[in-house]
C-alpha cells in the first residue's frame, strides 16, 4: 500500500470517526458478549481444575461399610497409577453453641491431598486445636482462640463397642480454612441434630483414636495437567477406578473373610470354652451325685444297724419282761398266799376283836351306868338339901319342882339300875367276872397284835420283792426307754440324713437344669452367633471419583448451563452485531465511489484502492474485537464467576484468555466486516473510473404494491405515502432494523421468559405440587404400629396439621431404559393424597387426576424424556429389585426431579407384598424459620423411629438460591440484549441519516419544521421498529422455547411461562432503547447543515 | 424601500485561530419582480449570500430587509417558517426526492405551505403535463431541474433562489432552465435571484451584482434584458 493512501485510510478514520467508533462498537459488542459467554464456561471448570490441582484434591476416594485399614492401603498403592494416597478420618459431631446445637463434619487436617487453604489463623498443631471453615465463625459468633465443645457420633469399633472417634473434647479454634472437598454450601446429611451438617471442620490426627481409617484419598498420576472437567480426564479416572474396584473386590473378600475368619475363630473358642465347661459341670454334677449316693448308702447301713439293734434290744427286752413277769408273778402267788393267811389271820383277828369290842361295849356301858348312878345320886342329894333349905311354905312352888326332878332323878336311877343288872348278868353268862374283862381283852388284843404282826411282816417280804421287782421293771423300762431314745435318735439322724440327701439332690436337680440351661444359652448364643457370621455381609467399597461430589457436580453443572445459554445468547447478538457492521461498512465504500473512481483514474489497481477500505474494516473490527475481547473475557466470565461465586467457595477465579474463542469471534467479526468490504469493493471496482466517478444514479423510486390498491392508497395522507414509499425504498436496511430489533426483542423476551421459567418453576413445584411442609423418614427396622405411632405423635403436635404415610423408594425402569433417578411414591390413603401432593395436567390445571389401582401417574419430565403417554406400558424395578409392568394412567405436572406415583393396592398386587409406609408427610401451620428448625429437631429427638427430617422450606431456600444466581445470570443478558439494541437501533439511524442526508437538508431548505423532519425520517423507524418488535415477541417465543430446553437438566422441568408480562417487557425495552436512540436522532438531524443540500453528489 | 435590501452584512467564518470573511460589508437592494443574476468567481461569497437570503445561514452582523422584514434577526423556527412561506429555492444538482415522483416532489413542498399553486398546474406551466408521475430517476437532467424549479414555485414564494441552475447541465437545457426561469419572472411577476460563475449570463438579468472577495462591488441594472435565446456562451 503506498504511504499516501496510508495516510488516506487514517485521515479517513478521523474524519468519520463516528462510523469507525460503531463499527468498533458494534465489533466490541458482539465480539465481547460471544467471546465472554463462551468463555465462561471453560473459565469455569479452569477455575475449579486449577483450585483442584492447586489443593491436590483427590481423584478417587475409597469408602467402605467397614472402614479400612492398612492393608487395603497397601494394596491399593500397588496400583501402578495411583501417585499418592492418604488415610483419613471424618465423624459427623455436634457442636453446641449458647442457643443451638449444629451437626458438623470434622475430619483429619490432610496432609498431601485435599489440602486446606489457610485465610486466617494457622493449621493445628497441638491435638487439642482445630480450624473450621469461614461460614462457621460467622454462623456461631466465635472467634479465632475459642474453645468449643465436640461431641462426635459414636461408632463401632472392630468389636462392635460404640467408642469415639476423638480423644478430644474440648478444640480451641485456630484458624480458619477452605477445603477442596465442600466448594459449594451443601455439607451432606447426617443421622445427627437436624440432620444436616452445616460446617466442616478438622482436628489433627494426632486427636483421633480409632481402629480403622474412614477414607482413603487417592490422586492419580499424571492428570494434573488434564481439565478436571473434561472427558479425558473422566476417561483416565474411570479407568483407574476399575483398577481401583478390583483391587476392592479381592480387600472386600479378603476382609470378609478375615472378619468371618475372626469371628467363627471366637465361636470356635466360645463353643471350646462352652464345651468344656459343659464337661465340668457334668463332672461336678455327676461327683455331686456319687456323694449322695455315698451318703444314701452310708444311711442304709445305718438305718439296718438301728433296726438290728432294736430288734436285739427288742428281744433282750423282751427276756427281760419276762423273767419280771416270772417274778410278778411268784409274787402275785406269793400275794395270793399271803392274802389267804391274812384273810384267815383276819377273820381270827376279827373275831377277836368282835368279842373284844363286845367286851368294850359291855364294859363301856356298864361303867357308863356306873358313873350314871353316881352322878344321879349326887343329883339327888343336891336336890334334898335344897329342899331343906328352903321354907316349905314361902316356897312350896319350887319345893315341887325340886320334888318333881327328885322323883325324875330317882326314875332314872331306879331304870339305871335295872340296866346294871342286866349287864352284870350278860357279863357273867361269858363266863367272865365283870372284872375279868380287861385283861381277858388285853390277852384278845396281844393274839390280835401278833396276827397282824405276822402279817405285816409277810407282806413286807412280798412288797419288798414286789418293789424289786419294780425296780427292775423300771430299770428295764428306763434301759428301754433308752435303747428306744437311741434309735429314734438314730433314726432322726437317718431322716435327717435322708432329708439332706433329698435337698441336695433337688440342689443338684437344679444345678443340673440351671447348668443345662446355661449351657442351652451359651449355645442358643453361639449358634446365633454363627448365624450372624453367615448373616455378615461383604463389605462395602465405594470408590468415588470428584463426579460424586456434590459440590464439584453442581458446580459442573451449572457450567454447563451458562455453556447452555452460551450456544444461543451470544450467537444471536453476534448475528445481529455482524449484520450492522456489515451495513456500515457496505454504506461506507458506496458512499465513496468517487473517490474509487479518482484513485482507479489515477492508476492505483483493485487490491490497492480496496485495501483501505479493508484497512479501516480491519482497523475497526481487529481493534473492537481486541476490546472485546480483553474486556468480554474478563467482565463476564468474572461477573458470573462472582455471582457463582456467592454459592461457592472457590478462592480465586481463574480468567483465562481463550484463544479459541478469540480466533472464532475475531474471524467471525472480520468475516462480516472485512467479507462486506471486500465484497462492495469488488461490486464497485467492477466499474470504470468515469462510471464511478459520476455520482452513483441515485436508487430509483419505485412504486409499492399498495399503490396498486388505489383504494388503500389514495386514503393515505400524503406524509404516509412518502413514508410507505420509503420503507420498500432501502430494502436492506428495512431488513437490518427489523432483524436487528427482532433479534433484540426476541433476546429479551426470551431472557425474561427464561428468567420466569426459572424462578416460577420453585414456588410452582413447592407451592402448588408439593403442599406438604415436612418429610419425616422412618427407619428401616421399625414396625408397622411404631409408624402409626409416630405418625400419631406428629399429627398431635399443634404446629403439625395434617399428616399421610407414604412409601418413598428409589425405583429404576427397565423399559423404557432410563439412568434417571426416579422415586416411587405409594400413598397410604390415595384420597388424601392431593392435600399433599396435586396430581393435575399442567395444561388444564383443572383436570385432578385420583391413583386408580390398575395403573400409575408419571410426571412429565420423565415422561417426555422417555417418551412415554399415557396408556404406555412401563417396566418398573423396585429397591429389592423386584421388576413388575404397569400401564400408565396419566401424566402430571412436576417441575423438579422425578416421580411415579401408585395406588397401595396396586402396589400389593404387583409386587405381591404388603407395602411398607417409610416417610410421613406432614402440613404444618404457618410457622416462623426458628419454629421449623424447633419442630425438626423436635421430630428428630425420637431416634428409635425417626432417621431424619426434611423441611421443605429448606430444600426450596436451597434451589431458590441456585435459580437465584441464575436469575442474576438472565439479568446480564436482558441488559445486554438492551445494549444491542441500542447500539443497532443507533447504528442504523446514523446509517440512514448520512444515506439520506442531502435529501434531509433539502427538506429542510424547503422550510420542513424540526419536528417534521424527524417525522419524515424516523416515522418509517418506527414502522420498522415496531414490526421488528412484534416479529421480536414471535421470535422471541420460539428462542425462549429453544434456550429452556436447552438449558433444562434432565432433573427438573422449567415451568414454562410465556406471560404477557414478558412480551410487554421485551418490547417495552426495546421501545426505551429505540425512543432514546430517536431522541438522538432528533438532535442529529437539528444539527443538519442546509449547505449539505447544495453540494454536489459524491 | 427596496424588496430586499441587504445592508452593510458581515459573515465571518471562524476557523480555529483563522477568520474567514465570507461577506465583508456587503451591501445591494433587489426590487420586487426582478431577476437578479449574481456572479463572480468562486469563494467571492456570491453562495454565502444566497444562503443567508435563503434563510439558511445567519448573518454575523448587518440587516437583510426581504418585503420591509429584517430576516437577520429571525431564528430556528421563524427562520424555518420564512423558508417555507417565502422562499423557492432551485438547487445546482436538483435535490429531488428520489423515492418520490415528479408530482409527489412538488406536493413535499406545497403539502407544507398555506398559499400554495396546484401542483399539477405548476408541472404544466414547466412543460412536465406528461411526466408528472415519473419517478426523477425517469427524468433527464432538464427536466428534474424542471421538477425542482416547478417545487420552488409552487410554494408561491416571495423569492426564488437559484443557486447554478444550470451546473449540471447541458447547454441547451441550462439555456431552457434558463429561459423557464425568465418566463416565470416576468409572468409570474415574482422576484428571482440567480447565482452563476458564468458572466456570460449576465444580459439575460435586470440587475447583475458582481461579487469579488465578499463585496458586491460593481451593481448594474439593464433596463432591456436580453432574452436568453440570444445569448450565447
Known amino acids: 500500500m503506498k504511504k499516501t493512501l496510508i495516510k488516506d485510510s487514517f485521515r479517513e478514520i478521523r474524519y468519520t470517526f463516528k462510523r469507525f467508533l460503531s463499527i468498533l462498537l458494534i465489533v466490541f459488542l458482539g465480539v465481547g458478549f460471544f467471546a465472554g459467554v463462551k468463555a465462561t464456561s471453560p473459565d469455569m471448570e479452569k477455575t475449579l481444575d486449577a483450585y483442584f490441582d492447586q489443593t491436590a484434591a483427590y481423584d478417587i476416594e475409597v469408602l467402605s461399610t467397614l472402614g479400612l485399614k492398612d492393608e487395603d492401603i497397601a494394596k491399593l498403592k500397588e496400583i501402578e497409577e495411583i501417585e499418592n494416597l492418604e488415610a483419613s478420618y471424618s465423624v459427623d459431631a455436634l457442636v453446641h453453641t449458647d442457643s443451638k446445637e449444629i451437626v458438623v463434619k470434622v475430619s483429619s487436617v490432610p496432609e498431601t491431598i485435599n489440602n486446606l487453604t489457610l485465610l486466617q489463623g494457622k493449621l493445628p498443631e497441638a491435638k487439642q486445636e482445630c480450624v473450621v471453615e469461614e461460614s462457621f465463625l460467622e454462623g456461631t459468633g466465635y472467634q479465632i482462640g475459642d474453645t468449643i465443645t465436640i461431641e462426635p457420633e459414636m461408632l463401632q469399633d472392630e468389636e462392635g463397642n460404640d467408642t469415639s472417634m476423638l480423644t478430644e473434647t474440648e478444640f480451641t479454634i485456630v484458624g480458619t480454612v477452605q477445603s477442596p472437598l465442600y466448594i459449594s454450601h451443601s455439607r451432606g446429611s447426617s443421622k445427627l441434630g437436624s440432620g444436616k451438617i452445616k460446617y466442616y471442620l478438622f482436628v489433627p490426627k494426632q486427636a483421633i483414636d480409632f481402629p480403622f481409617y474412614t477414607e482413603l ?124 393267811a ?359 423510486g419505485k412504486r409499492v404494491l399498495l399503490e396498486k390498491i388505489p383504494f388503500l392508497w389514495s386514503r393515505l395522507k400524503f406524509s404516509q405515502k412518502v413514508t410507505v414509499r420509503n420503507i420498500f425504498r432501502y430494502k436492506k436496511r428495512f431488513l437490518m432494523t427489523i432483524i436487528g430489533v427482532m433479534g433484540c426483542t426476541s433476546l429479551i423476551v426470551a431472557g425474561f421468559a427464561l428468567r420466569d421459567s426459572v424462578t416460577s418453576m420453585i414456588p410452582s413445584q413447592y407451592g402448588e405440587i408439593f403442599k406438604y411442609d415436612l418429610q419425616v423418614s422412618i427407619r428401616d427396622d421399625i414396625t408397622r404400629e411404631q409408624i402409626e405411632e409416630e405418625a400419631e405423635n406428629l399429627q398431635a403436635k399443634d404446629s403439625v396439621s395434617d399428616v399421610i404415610k407414604v412409601n418413598m423408594q428409589a425405583v429404576t425402569m427397565e423399559e423404557p431404559s432410563s439412568n434417571q433417578d426416579i422415586q416411587l411414591i405409594v400413598p397410604e390413603e390415595v384420597d388424601r393424597l392431593q392435600d399433599f401432593i396435586v396430581l393435575r395436567d399442567r395444561k388444564k390445571p383443572d383436570t385432578v387426576y385420583s391413583l386408580s389401582d390398575t395403573g400409575v401417574i408419571l410426571t412429565e419430565k420423565l415422561a417426555t424424556l422417555l417418551d412415554i403417554k399415557v396408556g404406555d406400558t412401563i417396566r418398573i424395578k423396585n429397591s429389592d429389585d423386584k421388576e413388575v409392568e404397569v400401564t400408565v394412567d396419566a401424566i402430571t405436572e412436576n417441575y423438579l426431579l422425578h416421580y411415579i406415583y401408585m395406588s397401595p393396592n396396586l402396589y400389593n398386587t404387583l409386587y405381591g407384598e404388603n407395602v411398607r409406609y417409610n416417610d410421613i408427610l406432614g402440613k404444618t401451620t404457618e410457622l416462623t424459620e426458628e419454629k421449623e428448625t424447633k419442630l425438626a429437631t423436635e421430630i428428630l429427638q425420637n431416634k428409635d423411629t425417626v432417621s431424619g427430617v426434611t423441611m421443605l422450606n429448606s430444600t426450596q431456600n436451597i434451589f431458590e438460591e441456585i435459580m437465584g444466581n441464575m436469575d442474576l445470570v438472565v439479568w446480564i443478558l436482558i441488559i445486554a440484549a438492551g445494549l444491542l439494541a441500542f447500539t443497532v437501533l443507533y447504528n442504523l439511524s446514523n446509517v440512514n441519516i448520512s444515506e439520506r442526508i442531502r435529501e434531509l437538508a433539502t427538506i429542510k431548505v424547503l422550510g420542513f419544521y424540526d419536528k417534521e423532519v424527524y417525522n419524515y425520517v424516523t416515522r418509517e423507524t418506527v414502522i420498522l421498529t415496531v414490526i421488528g418488535m412484534l416479529l421480536g415477541a414471535v421470535m422471541g417465543y420460539f428462542l425462549s422455547m429453544f434456550i429452556i430446553k436447552t438449558c433444562e437438566l434432565d432433573m427438573l422441568m422449567f415451568d414454562v411461562r410465556m406471560s404477557a408480562v414478558t412480551y410487554v417487557l421485551g418490547i417495552t425495552i426495546t421501545l426505551v432503547f429505540a425512543t432514546i436512540v430517536n431522541i438522538a436522532t432528533y438532535f442529529a438531524l437539528r444539527k443538519i447543515d442546509m449547505i449539505e443540500s447544495l453540494k454536489s453528489v459524491e | 424601500m427596496s424588496y430586499i435590501e441587504f445592508k452593510d452584512v458581515v459573515k465571518e467564518y471562524k476557523m480555529g485561530e483563522v477568520s474567514i470573511k465570507a461577506l465583508n460589508h456587503t451591501n445591494f437592494t433587489i426590487e420586487k419582480g ?90 404544466k406551466k414547466v412543460g412536465l403535463k406528461d411526466r408528472m408521475k415519473n419517478f426523477p430517476a425517469q427524468l433527464s437532467g432538464g427536466e428534474q431541474q424542471r421538477v425542482a424549479i416547478a417545487r420552488a414555485i409552487a410554494k408561491n414564494p416571495k423569492l426564488l433562489l437559484c443557486d447554478e441552475p444550470t451546473g449540471a447541465l447541458d447547454y441547451n437545457t441550462g439555456k431552457q432552465i434558463l429561459q423557464l426561469l425568465q418566463d416565470t419572472a416576468r409572468k409570474e411577476n415574482m422576484t428571482v435571484v440567480i447565482i452563476t460563475h458564468n458572466s456570460s449570463l449576465t444580459p439575460m438579468a435586470d440587475k447583475v451584482i458582481r461579487f469579488k472577495n465578499g463585496e458586491a462591488y460593481d451593481i448594474t441594472t439593464n433596463p432591456n434584458p436580453t432574452p436568453i435565446q440570444e445569448i450565447e456562451w
Open chain 1, 217 to 340: 484419598y487417592m490422586t492419580v498420576k499424571d492428570v494434573k495437567q488434564l481439565n478436571t472437567a473434561s472427558d479425558t480426564y473422566t476417561d483416565t479416572i474411570s479407568e483407574i477406578k476399575e483398577k481401583v474396584e478390583a483391587v476392592g473386590e479381592t480387600r472386600k473378600q479378603e476382609r470378609y473373610d478375615e472378619i468371618v475368619a475372626e469371628a467363627n475363630q471366637k465361636v470356635e473358642d466360645a463353643q471350646k470354652t462352652l464345651d468344656e465347661e459343659k464337661q465340668k459341670a457334668e463332672t461336678e454334677l455327676s461327683d455331686a451325685e456319687k456323694q449322695i449316693a455315698d451318703a444314701k448308702s452310708t444311711i442304709e447301713s445305718s438305718k439296718a444297724e438301728v433296726n438290728s439293734k432294736e430288734r436285739k434290744a427288742n428281744q433282750e427286752f423282751a427276756s427281760a419282761e419276762q423273767k419280771l413277769q416270772e417274778a410278778k408273778e411268784e409274787i402275785e402267788q406269793g400275794e395270793a398266799s399271803l392274802q389267804e
Open chain 1, 342 to 700: 391274812k384273810k384267815q389271820a383276819e377273820t381270827k383277828i376279827t373275831e377277836a376283836q368282835t368279842k373284844l369290842e363286845q367286851l368294850s361295849t359291855l364294859q363301856e356301858q356298864y361303867t357308863k351306868i356306873t358313873s350314871g348312878l353316881e352322878t344321879l345320886q349326887e343329883s339327888l342329894n343336891n336336890i334334898k338339901e335344897q329342899i331343906q333349905k328352903l321354907d316349905p311354905e314361902k316356897q312350896k312352888a319350887e319345893i315341887a319342882v325340886l320334888e318333881k326332878q327328885q322323883k325324875e332323878l330317882q326314875a332314872q336311877q331306879t331304870t339305871l339300875q335295872a340296866q346294871k343288872k342286866q349287864i352284870e348278868t350278860a357279863i357273867t353268862s361269858a363266863g367272865l367276872q365283870p372284872d375279868a374283862i380287861a385283861s381277858t381283852i388285853a390277852t384278845i388284843q396281844k393274839q390280835i397284835e401278833t396276827a397282824n404282826q405276822e402279817l405285816t411282816s409277810k407282806e413286807t417280804l412280798l412288797n419288798n420283792s414286789k418293789k424289786e421287782i419294780e425296780t427292775q421293771e423300771k430299770a428295764l423300762q428306763s434301759t428301754k426307754k433308752q435303747t428306744q431314745t437311741q434309735i429314734a435318735n438314730a433314726r432322726a439322724e437317718i431322716e435327717k440324713g435322708e432329708q439332706e440327701i433329698a435337698e441336695n439332690e433337688a440342689k443338684l436337680e437344679d444345678a443340673r437344669k440351671e447348668a443345662d440351661e446355661k449351657i442351652a444359652d451359651a449355645q442358643t448364643k453361639l449358634d446365633d452367633a454363627k448365624d450372624k457370621i453367615k448373616q455378615i455381609e461383604k463389605p462395602e467399597w465405594y470408590i468415588l471419583t470428584r463426579e460424586e461430589n456434590q459440590g464439584y457436580v453442581e458446580y459442573l453443572q451449572d457450567a454447563d448451563r451458562i455453556a447452555n445459554i452460551g450456544k444461543v445468547f451470544p450467537i444471536v447478538f453476534f448475528v445481529v452485531a455482524a449484520l450492522i457492521s456489515l451495513t456500515s461498512m457496505n454504506r461506507m465504500v458506496e458512499e465513496q465511489r468517487g473517490e474509487i473512481g479518482t484513485l482507479k483514474a489515477l492508476g492505483y489497481n483493485k487490491v490497492q484502492i480496496a485495501s483501505k477500505y479493508i484497512l479501516y474494516a480491519l482497523l475497526a473490527t481487529v481493534i473492537g474485537s481486541v476490546l472485546g475481547m480483553c474486556v468480554g473475557f474478563q467482565l463476564i466470565p468474572g461477573i458470573i464467576i462472582d455471582i457463582y461465586g456467592m454459592m461457592y467457595t472457590i478462592p480465586e477465579t481463574v480468567i483465562e484468555f481463550n484463544t479459541y474463542y478469540a480466533v472464532t469471534g475475531l474471524l467471525a467479526a472480520l468475516l462480516c466486516t472485512v467479507g462486506a468490504t471486500i465484497y462492495t469493493c469488488v461490486k464497485e471496482l467492477m466499474g470504470t473510473p468515469a462510471k464511478l466517478m459520476r455520482p452513483k444514479a441515485p436508487k430509483p
Open chain 2, 34 to 123: 426582478e431577476l437578479t443574476v449574481i456572479v463572480g468567481p468562486s469563494g467571492a461569497g456570491k453562495t454565502t449570500a444566497l444562503n443567508i437570503l435563503g434563510g439558511m445561514d445567519t448573518v454575523t452582523s448587518g440587516k437583510v430587509l426581504i418585503d420591509g422584514k429584517d430576516i437577520s434577526t429571525y431564528k430556528g423556527k421563524a427562520l424555518t417558517k420564512y423558508r417555507r412561506e417565502d422562499v423557492g429555492f432551485v438547487f445546482q444538482f436538483y435535490n429531488l426526492v428520489q423515492n418520490l415522483t415528479a408530482l409527489e416532489n412538488v406536493e413535499l413542498a406545497t403539502e407544507i405551505c398555506k398559499d400554495s399553486l396546484s401542483p399539477k398546474e405548476i408541472l
